[in-house]
């Protein structure tokens, strides 16, 4: 049975069009949401910080460490595409790049099968490093720190 409704519940109006088990599956959501929106499930929202999620193409081969206690780095470079609208109303894609830093096994992952143009999904955080470069200067660095990886494509076509 299909039931058309609209429903208000504080700030929020939902209208909703499908059958009852569907609905009451909406309403666990909504609750869930409007919990963590109001501070009272604190667990989630401190999982919810400093958590990043990225799709996009490798610029360069990965870069690859190994130090002296046996633990292993990788550097990457990845590219992130959004679409962008110019002054004039014509569309463009705007791209980002980003240097990721993976560590341990996932390193090795990255060493053994990653390449210039893959497509790949990342899950991390923001980390922020300062250096010296090679003229004295002391440089701001932002990275971000994987924690996981999905291989989603081969090399990009084209």
């Given amino acids: 049975m299909i039931n058309n409704r609209i429903r208000r519940t504080g700030r929020y109006t939902f209208a909703s ?4 088990t569907e609905y009451r599956l909406e309403k666990v ?3 869930n949401v409007e919990q ?6 604190q667990k989630t929202m401190k999982a ?4 990043v999620q990225l799709i996009g193409h490798l610029g360069a081969d990965p870069e690859v460490k190994k130090f002296e206690n046996g633990r292993m780095m990788a550097r990457l470079s990845l590219a992130t595409n959004e679409p962008a609208r110019g002054k004039n109303g ?3 894609i705007r791209t980002h ?4 830093v993976v560590w341990g096994k996932l390193a090795e992952i990255c060493a053994k099968y990653l390449q210039k143009g893959r497509e790949i999904a ?4 923001i980390s922020y490093r300062t250096y010296t470069d090679s ?3 002391s440089r701001l660095s932002t990275e971000i720190t994987v924690n996981d990886l999905l291989m989603i494509s081969g090399k990009r076509a084209g």
């Fill in 29 to 31: 959501k909504l609750i």
């Fill in 90 to 92: 014509e569309k463009s």
């Fill in 135 to 137: 003229e004295g200067n």
């Fill in 48 to 51: 919810l910080k400093n958590h």
């Fill in 17 to 20: 069009s499908f059958n009852r």
């Fill in 122 to 125: 990342v899950e991390g955080r």
């Fill in 36 to 41: 963590a929106l109001t501070g009272s499930k």
């Fill in 97 to 100: 790049w980003h240097t990721l």
